[in-house]
């Protein structure tokens, strides 16, 4: 492997890794704060333990997701400086704001949150766990802008002499169609990862421990089942919408997502298929006719182009080179993605018609789905971000950069390789860590609550509201 291939790995393993963290982050922080807010609301205990323990969950996720995102940042600095050089002028505005601002909402609020239980007056304690929520999705609003202009670069000018992309029209940016197309998608994503962990948690201990707090577990339960499907009925519309764009934008990664090597009008979509690797030459194919005009253009007889027109066309427009992405990868992990998000939907669906009218269910196939449902959508988020990355390709900034020409040119494969080595050792450590911590939260159950204060105490005299 050369410095690209190591970089382009390296690139991968830390983005996949980080990802885990940021859909349950999201999705979290508002189920948390629903809880909190049904307790403030109907004085029910239960939802009290349940905003802890799940708080306490969030927060180990969040922690991890902060020394995963880190590393991003030190490997972009480090593997892909001419890719930095070309697009800082353009991400610093979108990623400052997203640092200064939503970070700082999210960090601030939560560390008020985590302090501030029985300081605070209750309404504004309330108050700090719904905008730390809300600064997660500024979060991704922003990070989402900067990755959308590389998918359909806006908003910018070419600047020669300096080799590099500089901002013209910062709201073109923050309004880029592929932006506002990739933004609901993501974030209902994050509610079915969030609403899958609740119920796939919560029956979990309804199940193993049925005669402790089971009556506190099943309406968490039944709240994370039915954001799961909700969720997933409003990524299937959301994503439907994108397809369209992405079309339309870049119609290579749609045509790779098919296979689709020749134009096709109208085009039918494969469920499966058996053939070459690079599905130029098929055996078998199990096909849907017309669904992939359907997703592409919003008309059962619209035209999809297909590969090798493309790759005519853009050897023509940008010259000669392999404007094909990697087709198996793309392929596969579009259907990946459909195929986990959809045994989550169904897992959910079984799971509530297993628990109607206060039933407990005790299959061992029930207590192992439980366990299985949290990675599903956290699965289908992974693939669905692989497809987008992989689809892109060969451009880091379509149109307009190669990835080849945004690796630096100054790092050698044995300071990649290096670096590579330690974070995926690293980042194993840290899986195992956070696992175990999980794993022991959760098996602890729902936490007793403390006896009331004595008013007569002084906060000196006061336990510590640092309960995590």
């Known amino acids: 492997m050369d410095v690209l291939d190591l970089a382009r790995w390296q690139f991968g393993i830390t983005t996949v890794y980080h990802f885990f963290f940021v859909p349950l982050t999201i999705g979290l922080s508002v189920l948390?704060?629903?809880?909190?807010?049904?307790?403030?609301?109907?004085?029910?205990?239960?939802?009290?333990?349940l905003t802890k323990f799940f708080g306490k969950l969030f927060l180990i996720n969040f922690a991890m997701g902060i020394a995963t995102g880190i590393v991003q940042e030190f490997q972009f600095g480090m593997n892909w400086s001419d890719y930095s050089r070309f697009v800082g002028d353009i991400f610093g505005a979108p990623l400052a704001i997203e640092g200064l601002l939503a970070f700082f909402l999210e960090?601030?609020?939560?560390?008020?949150?985590?302090?501030?239980?029985?300081?605070l007056k209750p309404g504004l304690h309330l108050a700090c766990i719904w905008i730390a929520a809300a600064g997660t999705v500024f979060s991704a609003y922003f990070i989402l802008a900067a990755n959308s202009f590389m998918q359909n670069p806006v908003g910018y000018t070419l600047n020669g002499e300096k080799g590099r992309a500089e901002l013209t029209d910062f709201g073109a940016?923050?309004?880029?169609?592929?932006l506002l197309a990739t933004f609901p998608h993501q974030i209902i994503g994050c509610f079915m990862v969030a609403g899958a962990f609740v119920a796939g948690v919560a029956l979990w201990n309804m199940m193993r421990h049925p005669d402790r707090d089971a009556d506190a577990f099943r309406p968490a339960f039944r709240m994370g089942a039915v954001v799961l499907l909700v969720a997933g009925l409003g990524t299937m519309i959301t994503g439907d919408f994108q397809g369209k764009v992405m079309?339309?934008?870049?119609?290579?990664?749609?045509?790779?997502a098919e296979a689709l090597y020749d134009d096709a009008k109208p085009a039918p979509f494969s469920i499966l298929t058996v053939g070459t690797l690079d599905g130029s030459e098929e055996v078998f194919k199990l096909e849907v006719p017309k669904l992939l005009s359907f997703l592409g253009t919003g008309t059962f007889d619209g035209e999809v182009r297909g590969i090798d027109s493309l790759q005519e066309e853009y050897e023509q427009k940008y010259g000669p080179g392999d404007y094909k992405p990697n087709i198996p990868v793309t392929y596969w992990t579009f259907r990946a993605m459909i195929t986990a998000g959809g045994l989550a939907m169904a897992a959910g669906a079984l799971m509530l018609w297993a628990t109607r009218r206060g039933r407990t269910p005790r299959s061992r196939w029930m207590l192992r789905a439980a366990i299985v449902l949290p990675l599903l959508p956290m699965a289908a988020n992974s693939f669905g971000w692989i497809f987008t990355e992989m689809g892109r390709q060969p451009w880091v900034v379509f149109g307009l950069m190669p990835t080849a020409s945004g690796v630096s040119p100054s790092t050698s494969v044995g300071e990649v390789a290096t670096s590579l080595a330690t974070f995926t050792l690293l980042y194993g450590v840290l899986a195992v860590i956070e696992v175990r911590l999980l794993l022991r939260y959760v098996q602890a159950g729902l936490p007793q609550l403390d006896p009331p204060r004595d008013p007569d105490l002084g906060d000196a005299d006061a336990p510590l509201a640092y309960a995590y």
């Open 247 to 256: 079309t339309e934008v870049q119609p290579m990664k749609m045509a790779a």
């Open 173 to 178: 940016v923050l309004t880029n169609k592929v």
């Open 107 to 119: 960090s601030t609020f939560l560390g008020l949150w985590i302090f501030g239980w029985d300081r």
């Open 32 to 49: 948390v704060a629903t809880m909190q807010t049904i307790w403030r609301r109907s004085g029910d205990e239960r939802w009290l333990r």
